[in-house]
């Protein structure tokens, strides 16, 4: 129980450092985004109230083919912080896509 813990506290304290987002967008931008996902859940799991961890993440998700799951991070993140305009612009813009496609 206590190693489960350490190994929570860990995670969570990496995914607040500076070295956490950057690693994950390097992975990103670096052409590995499936890498960058588990980054990302990883971060997420570790603060899931993490609005930039959660566009982050649907960033990553996007990148993998992965739309539905994306959509629901970005609109998470901007429940979290409605000022953040970044996950905003995401949202806008993949809810612009669905709507898009059908019928």
Do not use: C, K, W
């Not at 990883?42 to 539905?68: H, K, T, W």
């Not at 806008?92 to 709507?99: I, Q, S, T």
């Amino acid at each position: 129980m206590a190693g489960a813990r350490a190994g929570r506290a860990r995670l969570r304290a990496l995914a607040q450092s500076a070295v956490g987002p950057p690693i994950g967008l390097a992975l990103l931008r670096s052409g590995r985004p499936a890498e960058a996902v588990t980054h990302f859940r990883l971060a997420v799991a570790a603060i899931p109230s993490d609005p930039a961890l959660r566009n982050y993440l649907g960033l990553a998700l996007l990148a993998v083919g992965e739309p539905e799951p994306a959509l629901g991070h970005f609109r998470l993140a901007v429940r979290l912080d409605p000022s953040n305009a970044d996950a905003q612009a995401n949202l806008a813009a993949l809810v612009g896509d669905h709507a898009g496609r059908r019928p």
